[in-house]
């Protein structure tokens, strides 16, 4: 028996539960690193908003804006793309044409949107609704009885922008999409499978029901005049003004504590905010670190919609900026260094897992899925049946990414996203692997992703956060 063991502890692959393996002061560590966390969720839930959030932090910390008119760019510098996108790079020692370490994740969610021309008075009832086109996969009832919150922003034909925010304090009014009663779901609903009981065109928001008045008048689309009333004196915007907006419909409230140990965190927006908040403090914490190897981090936009946008991860974006990084190094930035730096570079997609869910454990393999509580995920492939669309990382790249991690004391773990043929999904690893660089997706298991509230674990947090960090400093 002792000799069995012997060989187990030697010979067989673990995990191991964060809150078993580590110390009681890292632990604090963790809960309190996920405090911060929280209240980025709860207040960045667009990709607009969570970049000014982070531009913020990154002034305080001396980054630089490298496209500042007259500021000479430093080691720590930074580049918005498009009010979408983000890249923050901390220059290191080393020829960058030796290769550079990237962390990309991606800064959107799923959602639902504001159509360009959503205002709309019913007919038959006479109520003012806002009509929508979901964004992402989503599973649309999800989204409906349940409180939600406009955010987004409007641009007007003089170029000024109009912040919107509208649910999230407790004297705002939140908006609804209303499901049908059970009442009289019999033959409307009962019968009929998931992806058809709730249509797209029937998620509109319920938006107001005052008409507008005046005396001895009868009003054509009185509830509609008295919205686009009601927006014109608290924004100053039209109609016409729609056209150009971005407006976004997201579960309304706070990030809280799940779990009466308060160990985990549900939050809309998880996917992928936690590897954007995660890396993004690993690359602060770089900044003091005399590091070897140039560290970047992109956040790119459309990833849940496929990549294909200007600030997606198809996009020239990732040349752009690594091309400048080069010149203010001066180093040659020509098409032959830029595409040397770029295929002897080591990158980590950062983004969520799948992970095992207690109510629904058939679609997994427990042996290959990842386990909240116990640790940061690696997955050497993402994809659909058959590896199909993914990128799969080489054996050289994923034991040494193991190797640091062990070497760093990083509480890690192997997972794929469900059972072969159950499904599957993507990230953007396969987009980044097209300029021959070693990737490989490394991110933490989430709870019922793509929900409006997502279930993430304290402890995979702040390991996935120390996992950034270890390969910023030793890949």
């Known amino acids: 028996m002792k000799k069995a063991e012997e060989v187990r502890k030697k010979l067989v692959y673990s995990r191991k539960n964060f809150w078993q393996d580590t ?62 996108a983000l890249a923050i790079g901390v220059i290191g020692k080393e020829n960058m044409r030796k290769g550079i370490n990237i962390v990309a994740s991606h ?16 007919k038959e ?30 641009i007007k034909n003089d170029g000024s922008k109009i912040n919107i925010c509208i649910g999230e304090s407790d004297n705002e009014p939140i908006f609804i999409m209303p499901d049908l009663l059970p009442h009289l779901s019999k033959n409307e609903q009962a019968n009929k499978t998931m992806s058809e009981f709730i249509k797209a065109g029937q ?9 507008l008045t005046e005396e001895k008048e009868d009003i054509t689309e009185a509830v509609k005049l008295q919205a686009l ?24 409230g706070k990030a809280r504590d799940s779990g009466l140990d ?29 590091i070897d190897k140039t560290s970047v981090v992109f956040f790119f936009d459309k990833e849940e919609v496929g990549s294909d946008s200007v600030g997606g991860a198809t996009s020239v974006f990732i040349e752009d900026f690594i091309a400048d990084l080069l010149r203010i190094k001066q180093e040659e930035f020509n098409a032959y260094s830029l595409r040397k730096t770029l295929i002897n570079s080591c990158v980590i997609s950062a983004d969520v897992n799948a992970a095992i869910n207690p109510n629904f454990p058939s679609v997994h ?26 990128n799969d990382a080489t054996s050289e790249f994923m034991a040494r990414i193991v190797k640091i991690f062990n070497e760093e004391k990083v509480n890690w773990q192997i997972g794929n996203l469900g059972k072969v043929d159950e499904g599957g999904g ?30 993430s674990s304290k402890a995979d947090i702040y390991s996935t956060y120390k996992a950034y960090k270890a390969f910023f400093v030793k890949a």
Request: hydrophobic letters at 35%; one cysteine or more.
């Open 125 to 154: 009832t006479k109520l003012g609704i806002m009509k929508t086109h979901y964004y992402g996969g989503i599973k649309k009832y999800q989204w409906m009885s349940t409180p939600l919150a406009l955010h987004g922003v409007v």
């Open 229 to 252: 009333h009601l927006l014109y004196d608290k924004y100053g915007i039209t109609e016409e003004d729609f056209l150009s907006a971005e407006l976004q419909l997201v579960p309304a």
């Open 107 to 122: 800064i959107d969610s799923p959602r639902v949107d504001l159509k360009q021309s959503p205002l709309h008075e019913d």
């Open 203 to 211: 998620m509109n928001v319920i938006f107001n029901s005052v008409p």
């Open 262 to 290: 308060k160990s985990m965190v549900a939050g809309y927006g998880q996917d992928d905010r936690v590897c954007v908040y995660t890396s993004f403090h690993a690359i602060l914490d770089v900044k003091d670190i005399d």
């Open 426 to 455: 993507g990230t953007v690893a396969k987009f980044l692997a097209k300029h021959g660089c070693d990737v490989i997706d490394i991110g933490p298991g989430l709870i019922g992703m793509h929900s409006l509230y997502e279930l």
């Open 365 to 390: 393999e427990p042996q290959n899925a990842v386990h909240l509580g116990y640790g940061v995920g690696i997955c050497k492939y993402t994809g659909s049946g058959g590896k199909s669309a993914s």
């Open 23 to 84: 110390t009681k002061n890292e632990q604090k560590i963790a809960l309190k690193f996920s405090e911060g966390y929280k209240r980025f969720l709860t207040h960045c839930k667009t990709e607009r908003e969570s970049i000014a959030h982070i531009v913020s932090e990154l002034r305080n910390k001396a980054f630089v804006d490298i496209d500042e008119p007259g500021v000479k760019p430093t080691r720590f510098v930074y580049r918005v793309f498009k009010n979408k």
